[in-house]
């Protein structure tokens, strides 16, 4: 049976005031569309008003303007997107496995486990770790030799941890997450390429997620180091020696370059490519798809490429653009020879 609540319990549980009946049993959230009767759903601006007459809903999470235009229940909120997502934590609790280590698990003898940690199958951990209580390890999970970890993690299944990776507590790993491979440096020689032996660590902050077959490269010295509270998409890479803010949140498919420093509480869209070696300033915002090759120094909102157009206008801007030096330059010269003219005039 899913879990149901009466509003009253569910404002206990959110800081949220109950306007209509306190005692309306909500079962699931849904889109304001498709709610029912037993869900709740919510409207975060005005421009979802509409709504207010046409949802089916038993209940709504709203602000309190928003509030004084519906005839039925609500939760009052400031922040009913917040709302929202603390009651779907509320109705949907995630099952925790029982504590203990699957038969089929190889952990070596000297791993130090808390109480409550549960090791899923196939699980391989090597000597010298430690991992904290009431952290789950799914199955097929390897983590190496000397690895820490906090209390109320959570590896999915396949996740590995390299060598000497150190994760916080309340960290969440996403399948396929690998921490701690080789950063991807390189010396040219005669013969080709000589690798440059990886020899420092991967350390992670508290209550960071990283999502699926997200990769963060060991150090080459020193560490690579993400923040506290940091949310990290699927397919991010992130090479060796990358520093990361707190509470930064990386959008899917960006990669950021060796030893770029990135500030804390920044947002990066998708399919960004951050150079290496720069800074990135606390607080700045960077648009889907830009290519970031200079430090930003300044907070603000920054956004580089072209966007989508017909094939027929691209390829003609496409031209346009090659010649946007040698336009430059003739203008330069026809600015000079006129202010030569109103000289001589």
Same mark, same amino acid.
């Given at each position: 049976m899913p879990a149901c609540f009466t509003l009253s319990e569910l404002a206990a549980s959110t800081g949220t005031v109950v306007q209509g009946?306190? $005692?309306?049993q909500i079962m +699931?959230? +849904?889109?304001? $569309? $498709? +709610?029912? $009767?037993? @869900?709740?759903? !919510?409207?975060? @601006?005005?421009? /979802? &008003?509409? /709504?207010?007459?046409?949802?089916? &809903?038993? &209940?709504?999470?709203?602000?309190?303007?928003?509030?004084?235009?519906?005839a039925g229940s609500c939760l009052i909120s400031t922040n009913p997107y917040l709302t929202y997502a603390q009651i779907v934590t509320v109705l949907n609790p995630v099952p925790k496995p029982a504590a203990g280590v699957s038969p089929s698990a190889v952990v070596a003898d000297d791993v130090m486990l808390g109480e409550g940690v549960h090791i899923g199958a196939n699980v391989v951990i090597a000597g010298g770790c430690s991992i904290g209580d009431n952290t789950i390890i799914s199955a097929g999970c390897v983590i190496g030799a000397g690895c820490q970890m906090g209390v109320d993690g959570l590896l999915h299944p396949n996740v590995t941890l390299a060598g000497d990776t150190c994760v916080g507590d309340?960290?969440?790993?996403?399948?396929?997450?690998?921490?701690? &491979? @080789?950063? !991807?440096? !390189?010396?040219?020689? =005669? =013969?080709?390429? /000589?690798k440059i032996p990886q020899v420092g660590r991967v350390v992670i902050g508290d209550d960071v997620e990283i999502g699926a077959n997200t990769t963060i490269d060991r150090a080459a010295l020193g560490d690579t180091r993400i923040g506290h509270g940091v949310k990290l998409d699927n397919l991010i890479h992130i090479a060796h020696n990358v520093q990361i803010g707190d509470h930064t949140v990386i959008a899917a498919c960006t990669g950021i370059a060796g030893s770029a420093k990135i500030g804390s509480r920044c947002q990066i869209s998708g399919m960004c490519s951050i150079a290496g070696h720069l800074t990135v300033a606390d607080g700045t915002t960077i648009t889907a798809t830009s290519f970031v090759i200079n430090s930003i120094t300044e907070p603000g909102v920054y956004s580089s490429g072209t966007t989508i157009d017909d094939h027929s206008s691209w390829r003609r801007n496409a031209v346009r653009f090659r010649q946007l030096d040698q336009l430059s330059r003739r203008v330069n010269a026809l600015e000079k020879q006129l202010a030569k003219q109103l000289d001589e005039s």
């Open positions: 009946n306190p $005692e309306k +699931a959230v +849904a889109s304001i $569309e $498709e +709610a029912t $009767e037993s @869900d709740i759903s !919510f409207i975060r @601006d005005r421009k /979802y &008003a509409h /709504y207010l007459d046409s949802s089916s &809903a038993g &209940a709504l999470i709203l602000t309190a303007e928003l509030a004084e235009q519906c309340n960290v969440i790993l996403h399948s396929g997450v690998v921490l701690g &491979a @080789d950063g !991807f440096g !390189f010396v040219p020689q =005669s =013969s080709g390429w /000589y």
